[in-house]
């Protein structure tokens, strides 16, 4: 794939990150390298343990590596410490992030979940509304929008937090498992739509799956092994 | 959006309940500041109720009300006397048992010459005492009515009026008969000993005729305290102005009270403000999940406290707001008077307040440490 550093939106170099210390320690990550790309959609493969949650994390600037550099969308963020202190404004900005489980505040309905999210980024209540029906008849829910987290299905929910993360149009959507609680036609439904909302909003999809009846909608798969990002296959 | 009200609309039923569990407690701790309002309110009403500006009392005693006080009746006469004295009466303070209508009742019988000082003052109900024997006003908490008959020692007597707010310290209601009557009663309730002292004509004078205080007013210009240092300089007497002896009640009387009052106010304001702590807390923990998705989401520190400071103020204010509810309801079931002030509910919500926003630095420290990643753990 061409190295055109403008399309680089995930960019780390030699990221490590261990917990504990002594007999206990547990190296989650060594010496990783990754680039994304802006529009592709990848995956991380891997057994249970291998650092898979741990990679995300990093990416989602949620947990801090003990070295390396992570670039998001041409920001160096992470160059063996932290080079911004509002975390919490760049994830709002540029990062989106979808789960097995769909993590909707329990005492929002479906529209004010993804209201929220842009009410955060100074949108108006107006313009946040509008926009969350938007998303969910776009990710065919909008007839669920007055719904409690507690009344949708599974399958509603992801798409409810789907909407979330797509909310504030990230450049980076992260997704642990996003269908692992979906059925397997649920499971490909919002992998393409992932896959189409990478490709409208020019936007990169990293998703750490173990269901290889949806291996065929990524680009690229990539393989964690004791903390190692062993080879990348391309589909 | 206010995510403080979303959240407890939708847990609506549970935060009713925990304020319903908060408001009780606000009600007995208002309950608590009302009855020793009411019991200091009442004491002195007792102390003022006779409109007396001197208490003539027995020598080396703090009568009648702090300590029991026995002069001669014929003291009245030499008060009367007095330069600056305008009106005296004698009066006699004894609290007796007495059977009615089954019940048997604690009563504070207060016993004064008809047409001097220390009658009751405003009958509600019914008239004043009119004849010398067997007519009795008493308090509207007694339960009697204009028209019962109540046996008291070996009489009985008919109630022909009703006063309000007169009870002694402990909560007695006072009842009014006339000094003859009450003194008739002081030795028909002796003891058996001193009963045959009496009938041989031992003492008699002493018992029969003994009061417990003289109450006097004075002329518009006469100083209360010379006239009380000319009664100080006779034997077996002293005397206290009306202010002294209300100070003398505050302080022995009620002081008690306020200390066994005080206590209890101190430890249940000490629970109310561990379980609003406590409430607050749980309240916090059980949403650190949903606190570390919205550090996860890009939520601020500003939205995360205000979401717990806003809960737990509301929590506190709402429990405050029933409690007072609640005691303003029942005050008047309650078997001692009530009293409650303005600046008490005040004083109580600025303690809540603080309590609360002590205790949601509590949940605040707690929230802010959640590590955003928690938010993804299943
Ligand atoms: N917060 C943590 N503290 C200690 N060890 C951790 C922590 N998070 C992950 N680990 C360890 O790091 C390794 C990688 O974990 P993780 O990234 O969750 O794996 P995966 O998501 O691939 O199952 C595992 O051995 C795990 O036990
Ligand atoms: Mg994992």
Redesign the interface.
């Known amino acids: 794939m061409a190295d055109d550093k403008r399309n680089v939106i995930v960019d780390i170099k030699g990221v490590s990150k261990h917990f504990g210390t002594g007999d206990a320690r547990v190296d989650a990550l060594r010496d990783v390298d990754l680039k994304v790309h802006a529009g592709e959609v990848i995956a991380l493969l891997g057994p249970s343990g291998s650092g898979k949650t741990t990679l995300l994390n990093v990416i989602g600037c949620i947990l801090e590596p003990n070295q390396g550099q992570v670039q998001l969308d041409g920001e160096m963020v992470y160059d063996n410490r932290w080079l911004r202190s509002d975390l919490r404004k760049l994830r709002l900005d540029k990062i989106g992030f979808v789960f097995q489980f769909h993590n909707l505040l329990p005492f929002l309905d479906a529209k004010d979940n993804i209201a929220l999210v842009l009410q955060l980024a100074k949108k108006s209540k107006a313009e946040a509304q509008a926009r969350a029906i938007e998303l969910l008849d776009y990710l065919e829910v909008g007839h669920r929008k007055d719904a409690m987290p507690a009344q949708l299905s599974g399958g509603e929910a992801q798409r409810v937090a789907i909407a979330r993360a797509l909310a504030n149009s990230p450049r980076i959507i992260l997704a642990d498992e996003p269908t692992a609680a979906l059925d397997s036609k649920r499971a490909g439904i919002v992998m393409d739509l992932l896959r189409k909302l990478a490709a409208e909003q020019d936007a990169c999809i990293i998703a750490v799956t173990h269901d290889e009846k949806i291996y065929d909608r990524f680009d690229r798969l990539f393989h964690l092994r004791d903390g190692q990002l062993d080879h990348d296959q391309i589909n | ?1 206010n ?1 403080a009200y ?2 407890v ?3 609506l039923f549970r935060f009713l309940l925990t304020c319903l569990g908060l408001s009780l407690l606000m009600a007995v701790v208002l309950a608590m500041i009302g009855i020793y309002n009411g019991l200091v309110s009442d004491a002195l009403n007792i102390v003022k109720a006779p409109q007396a500006e001197l208490w003539v009392v027995e020598h080396g005693t703090q009568g009648p009300f702090a300590e029991a006080s026995k002069i001669p009746g014929d003291t009245r006469d030499a008060v009367a006397r007095l330069h600056g004295v305008s009106e005296a009466g004698s009066i006699t303070y004894k609290t007796v048992e007495a059977k009615f209508a089954g019940d048997t009742l604690r009563l504070y019988v207060i016993g004064y010459q008809l047409g001097r000082p220390g009658g009751p003052q405003t009958v509600v109900e019914g008239r004043n005492i009119q004849r010398s024997h067997f007519e009795m006003v008493a308090d509207r908490k007694s339960g009697l009515t204009p028209g019962d008959y109540i046996r008291l020692g070996r009489d009985n007597f008919k109630v022909v009026g009703l006063v309000e707010d007169t009870m002694n310290s402990a909560g007695d209601p006072a009842i009014f008969i006339t000094l003859a009557d009450a003194q008739t009663l002081q030795s028909q309730l002796a003891p058996p000993a001193l009963r045959v002292q009496i009938a041989r004509g031992a003492g008699l004078l002493e018992s029969e005729n003994a009061v417990a205080a003289v109450i006097a007013r004075l002329d518009a210009n006469a100083d209360a305290q010379s006239v009380a240092q000319t009664v100080r300089q006779w034997k077996h007497l002293s005397a206290m102005t009306q202010a002294e002896q209300e100070e003398l009640l505050i302080q022995s009387v009620v002081d008690r009270a306020r200390r066994q009052i005080g206590l209890f106010l101190g430890i249940l304001l000490t629970v109310s403000a561990v379980v609003i702590a406590l409430i607050i807390y749980t309240m916090t923990m059980e949403k650190l999940k ?1 606190i570390a ?8 520190d500003r ?1 995360i406290i205000g979401l717990i400071v806003q809960q737990s103020v509301a929590l506190g204010a709402v429990g405050w707001f029933f409690g007072l509810g609640i005691i303003l309801l029942v005050k008047d079931y309650f078997p001692r008077r009530v009293l409650l002030e303005p600046h008490n509910a005040a004083a109580l919500a600025g303690i809540i307040l603080v309590v609360c926003v002590v205790a949601s630095g509590l949940g605040v420290r707690a929230a802010l440490k959640v ?3 928690e ?2 753990g ?1």
């Open positions: 959006m995510l979303r959240d609309r939708h847990n949903q998705t919205l550090k996860l989401i890009g939520a601020p939205v590590d955003p990643a938010a993804i299943g």
